[in-house]
């Protein structure tokens, strides 16, 4: 590729550099000039973590050649403050209104408000949102992203701005805090795990499978290996110890040896010199497959007859609980409300892409990694690798927003064994696609209610079947389809109460952890039904909950009786209060 020579000013310093035509503005400040502070999130100029401002103007960086900067000034978060005792405004008050959570998405952020007021330092809440529509927070701190803009605006046209009241006493309690890293994540020098290195650092890429269920006859890596720069290639036979995980069931190979149960499903993994390299080399390795037939929907796969996922069978888990007597408690119902619902698969769409690097130090084998897991992310390693699990040392990078996604294996494992192997540090980063394909998602619903109650309200029968997809393998899939169990009433008392729940492998992504853990997926389904009684029985919605809310004597489903700390009521009644 040709190279071409640039001359710009970055950060107010002028400099020439040479650059691949094809090169990205974004390659250029992270991998040749090593300013990190600009994040990687989708690779596709939609999540704005990439911003930096060029002439003035906030650009997504990620999709803009580098060569477009030959001539113009360019400022990324690390020239909007020099040290932590000089921060800009907007840094100063992103910490103090609480606008910096995760961090990941904070220096693109910051670099798209700095632009707004740089040309208007008088902005309107709604010109605030506009100028910040590019820039995606996964964390949800909108609100007071827009406050910290507005308040720092304020500070540059020399006005007060009235910031929230605190409480008179002292303590913690019902005050903003700064975050401990706040100052690292708004000048940008917080260390994410993409932003590691190491010398000699090799890479790594996977070879997935493109089919959702198939055989795997032969992995055949000859023509991998003519790439020039890779270093290994890595199948399940390298694995020194068991190759099979999972937090509760370990149904899931390290890496796939046998079949594959889902697309993206991993099989090999290159190691190359650098990124590119390894990436190429894995489009190259072939792998032979025998087809399978694929059952996607849970209830399909349920049936005697469907494909067998697992040699155990395709039900995971069932989870059975009674109470009370459900035949005469719909004996007397004088309202019966029957109702059938799904809900979806859902991404949890971190900002940041998972990333992870291994490296020896001594005789400890220590990965860095974005985790909300590390305990286990070690354990499994230690596993994977038979090692003592003394010598593994796993060390929580700073993390670009989680949600649950994070707390299962994705891809510590992978630059563990590429280490292991090569005994050189190994890094490798997904990409959105990728971080999409092979993530964990929130499990699927199938729901199957029938409520009953008396004419007054009370509710005196409760039948439930949850059928949940948990995907190819378990994950947190077992935990998670005993919580929807637990929770199919949600917070209301019946003293009758049939629920059957079922966690169904199938040919999908993984299905695993994530917030709410298989309760949110139930509230859908109990509240439109108890609307619906409280309508047939002339009731309000407020007055339906009033009479079937638990509270201190009540039994829930699994029949403990609470004898304290039970709020729903009480919150019930200051949600009332507030919008009378």
Request: hydrophobic share 40%; charged share 25%; glycine share 8%.
């Amino acid at each position: 590729m040709t190279e071409r020579a640039i001359t710009f000013t970055l950060n107010g310093i002028k400099q020439t550099y040479r650059v691949p035509e094809d090169r990205l503005l974004l390659d250029l400040l992270r991998e040749d000039l090593g300013l990190t502070g600009t994040k990687r999130g989708c690779g596709n100029g939609e999540c704005g973590a990439c911003t930096v401002i060029v002439d003035g103007n906030p650009i997504v960086s990620c999709i803009y050649p580098a060569v477009k900067i030959d001539g113009r000034e360019v400022m990324t978060i690390e020239g909007l403050s020099k040290t932590s005792r000089d921060l800009h405004p907007l840094q100063t008050w992103f910490l103090k209104t609480g606008a910096v959570q995760c961090g990941f998405c904070t220096p693109g952020m910051l670099m798209s408000a700095k632009a707004l007021l740089d040309r208007n330092i008088n902005p309107t809440a709604e010109e605030v949102r506009e100028a910040i529509v590019g820039n995606l927070c996964r964390c949800g701190a909108y609100q007071k992203i827009v406050e910290a803009v507005l308040a720092a605006a304020a500070e540059l046209r020399g006005e007060s701005f009235p910031e929230r009241s605190e409480p008179a006493e002292k303590g913690a309690i019902g005050r903003r805090l700064p975050k401990f890293d706040g100052i690292l994540k708004v000048t940008g020098a917080a260390q994410f795990a993409a932003d590691l290195k190491r010398p000699d650092m090799l890479f790594g890429a996977m070879v997935c499978s493109p089919h959702p269920h198939a055989k795997i006859l032969e992995i055949n890596p000859e023509a991998a290996f003519s790439e020039e720069g890779v270093v290994a290639i890595l199948t399940a036979k390298d694995i020194p110890g068991p190759n099979s995980y999972g937090v509760i069931v370990k149904d899931q190979p390290f890496l796939a040896s046998e079949k594959v149960r889902y697309v993206g499903d991993p099989v090999a993994i290159v190691i190359g010199k650098n990124e590119r390299i390894a990436r190429i080399a894995a489009r190259k390795v072939i792998v032979k497959y025998e087809v399978l037939p694929p059952v996607f929907d849970p209830r399909e796969a349920m049936k005697p007859e469907a494909p067998k996922i697992h040699e155990q069978g395709n039900i995971l888990i069932y989870r059975k609980i009674r109470k009370g007597n459900i035949d005469e408690g719909f004996k007397q119902a004088e309202v019966i409300v029957e109702r059938d619902f799904t809900t979806q698969t859902v991404e949890h769409a971190y900002i940041e892409p998972e990333a992870a690097l291994a490296f020896w130090e001594g005789d400890i084998l220590v990965v860095q990694c974005c985790s909300q897991g590390p305990h286990y992310h070690r354990q499994e390693i230690a596993r994977m690798l038979n090692l003592p699990i003394s010598k593994v040392r796993v060390i929580q990078a700073t993390t670009g927003g989680g949600f649950g996604g994070k707390i299962d294996l994705s891809l510590q494992h992978f630059v563990a064994l590429g280490t292991y192997m090569t005994g050189k540090p190994v890094k490798m980063v997904w990409t959105r696609e990728e971080s999409f394909r092979t993530s964990t998602k929130r499990h699927a619903f199938y729901l199957r209610y029938r409520f009953g109650a008396n004419k007054q309200g009370r509710l005196c029968a409760a039948y439930a079947e949850i059928i949940g997809n948990t995907g190819a393998y378990a994950s947190f899939g077992p935990a998670v389809i005993t919580r929807s169990a637990t929770m199919a009433l949600g917070p209301y008392d019946c003293p009758n109460v049939h629920v059957d729940a079922y966690g169904v492998y199938t040919n999908t992504q993984i299905a695993g952890a994530m917030r709410g853990f298989g309760a949110p997926q139930m509230s859908p389904c109990h509240e439109p039904i108890m609307d619906e009684i409280a309508r047939r029985c002339g009731l309000s919605p407020l007055e339906i909950r009033r009479i079937n809310m638990l509270r201190v004597g009540s039994s829930t489903v699994t029949q403990q009786v609470l004898t304290a700390g039970v709020g729903a009521l009480e919150t019930l009644e200051k949600v009332a209060a507030e919008i009378k």
